[in-house]
């Protein structure tokens, strides 16, 4: 970019005639900061928010600008992190309170950004008045700092899945095409804030949180992320040129994210530049090899787990478009959210002691399913007489019951849930949502405030319209707020049914006590193996498990570990062949084999 590049940055007038909080000198700035109420956020948000406001528009040195700044930073830095506590972890349908809280940080970033972005103007238009620094480096750690609060509502917006607002992207770009304009961004620059070393990786810290498909992710996930981007943004080429590999573009002209190339229309003109991450991806690819199970871990309770490294691959790696076309649809659906609840409707409404204990009554009063017909000295065939026809029947071997090998106070334990008090329909409720939009991939749906506000991207739920008997499977793969209050989730749909079963964990000759899982049936047509899904922790590569309900039991090995979100995993598995299987088949079985599904023709 040439020097003589118009920006398009908006800052105040600087006429500011009111009586301000403090006089503008450091030492003035300097005691009023001492006094501020730091355990009261609303009362110290609101007289940073004053304070910089007022500061934004008076005439001052760039200097003094900058020193005065410098003294509101860690107030202003206590004041968003309190903020941010309020308002994250909050439901899709946001209450008035935290949306309140979002929108004040919001406002805080702002004033913040543009105070910076003054000192740096300001500073490149008055070099020779410059006295007590370099311009040069005036001007950068003020663009810097301008960057990193802005970068930090890019962050703030993804976390609560809203739209960047008018002018957010482009006061982004803009700022980097500043310090590009003034051949500053490769230079080193000492930063306190958590950005990147320089002002190029300082913009890529938030700029590739665009590239991250980041309404798929939750908000622990983001800030992760933001915090690798700190360091991993190092490694991606972005430039004027061209690679041949540069999955993402971004126009500094313009007021959107980085797109994909390949959907970028027109001629690249000179405010494109390229992003070419097959380095980070390379990079992360190794890592991902070197933790095994482990996590990154950056800084205290921050950490990136493997799922979500593999996410950044494949979102950083390669171009991914809808498969399928969506058409309209005004129809309602029911749904039930979390595993639980879908374990629960997918095992026809029986409790979790239902599906997997033998004999007596549960809490309801209900009687439980006869001890488990397999373990009695029937015949094959008659064992197969009595198998739920509903239930899974592929050629697994059966082994015995979940709960036999735990004792009587782990029993008593087991179904102790936090919510055990509550009657079953509170405890696992059917929602009605309203179809947006479907496709043979998935469904849009509007949100609304009557569905469980705790819903967030990676949850598991059940779906089921109205003329469909059978629980379809699906995750929450993105949630998006509009600006006119209506909040849309994106389902993506897993299997067009799944049985539930109990799965206890071989751990050194003992059993884990049992955990909700679903079996996901072989799809053949389209080459979807079996699968399981279960709990998010707990489950890994190659272990052994006891997978079963109160009728049969079966001993299986979990394989390749497919996907996990912030709610659940995803497995292929296989059959544990015993002894006496390798021997039926004259000794030509193979332990471990995989077994087909009844259920390929779905």
């Known amino acids: 970019m040439e020097d003589h590049t118009t920006i398009k940055l908006q800052l105040p007038r600087q006429d500011f005639t009111g009586e301000p909080l403090f006089e503008p000198t450091e030492e003035a700035a300097t005691d009023w900061v001492q006094s501020l109420p730091v355990t009261n956020t609303n009362s110290l948000v609101q007289l940073l928010g004053q304070a910089l406001g007022d500061l934004n528009r008076m005439k001052l040195s760039p200097e003094l600008r900058f020193t005065i700044l410098a003294k509101l930073l860690p107030n202003l830095q206590i004041a968003v992190l309190n903020l941010s506590k309020r308002f994250l972890n909050q439901p899709l349908i946001m209450p008035d309170e935290p949306r309140g809280m979002a929108q004040l940080s919001d406002q805080l970033l702002s004033q913040a950004t543009i105070g910076y972005t003054i000192v740096a103007i300001e500073t490149i238009q008055q070099r020779d008045a410059i006295r007590n620094t370099n311009p040069a480096r005036l001007t950068c750690e003020a663009l810097q700092r301008a960057l990193l609060f802005t970068g930090r509502k890019v962050l703030q917006n993804f976390q609560i899945h809203r739209p960047m607002g008018v002018s957010g992207w482009q006061t982004l770009h803009q700022l980097y095409a500043l310090a590009d304009s003034q051949h500053l961004v490769d230079l080193p620059v000492p930063e306190p804030l958590s950005g990147g070393n320089t002002i190029k990786t300082t913009y890529l810290q938030a700029l590739l949180l665009g590239c991250c498909k980041a309404n798929q992710l939750r908000h622990t996930d983001l800030s992760a992320l933001y915090r690798g981007f700190q360091q991993w943004s190092e490694r991606v080429h972005f430039d004027t040129r061209p690679t041949g590999n540069d999955l993402f573009l971004v126009d500094l002209d313009g007021d959107q994210a980085a797109m994909y190339t390949a959907l970028y229309r027109g001629e690249p003109g000179p405010s494109c ?8 991806v390379r990079h992360l690819t190794e890592l991902k090899e070197e933790l095994g199970d482990n996590a990154i871990n950056f800084d205290k309770g921050t950490n990136v787990p493997v799922s979500l490294v593999e996410h950044l691959i494949n979102s950083l790696g390669s171009m991914s478009l809808r498969n399928f076309k969506r058409s309209r649809a005004d129809s309602a659906l029911r749904i039930c959210v979390g595993l639980n609840s879908t374990h629960f409707h997918v095992a026809g409404e029986r409790l979790f002691e239902e599906l997997v204990c033998a004999t007596g009554d549960n809490e309801e009063g209900k009687t439980l399913p006869p001890e488990n017909p397999f373990l009695n000295p029937l015949s094959q065939a008659d064992v197969w007489q009595v198998a739920n ?38 405890r696992y409720p059917i929602f009605e949502a309203k179809l947006a939009d479907s496709s043979p991939g998935g ?21 089921k319209e109205e003329d469909h008997s059978e629980w379809v499977i699906a995750v929450i793969r993105w949630v998006s707020r509009l600006n006119n209050a209506r909040t849309l989730i994106g389902l993506e749909l897993l299997s067009p049914r799944a049985i539930a079963y109990g799965a206890s964990i071989h751990r050194k000759g003992e059993k884990s006590p049992p955990m909700r899982v679903l079996l996901l049936p072989e799809i053949k047509l389209v080459g979807q193996p079996q699968t399981l899904i279960t709990p998010r922790t707990g489950f890994k590569e190659r272990q052994k498990l006891t997978l079963g309900t109160s009728s049969e039991t079966y001993s299986i090995q979990l394989l390749r570990h497919i996907v996990s979100t912030g709610s659940f995993s995803q497995f292929e598995f296989c059959q544990i062949k015993e002894l006496g299987d390798v021997l039926a088949d004259n000794g030509q079985g193979l332990v471990g084999g995989e077994f087909d599904s009844l259920w390929s023709n779905i």
């Open 443 to 463: 469904y849009c749906l509007e949100w609304t405030a009557e569905l469980p506000g705790d819903t967030k991207a990676g949850d598991i739920v059940g779906l």
């Open 389 to 426: 026809p509903g239930d899974y029947s592929g050629d697994l071997k059966l082994v015995p019951n979940l709960l036999v090998d735990l004792d009587s106070a782990t029993k008593a334990k087991l179904f102790d849930d936090n919510d055990s008090g509550l009657p079953v329909h509170e």
């Open 273 to 280: 530049r390229y992003i070419d991450a097959t380095a980070l």
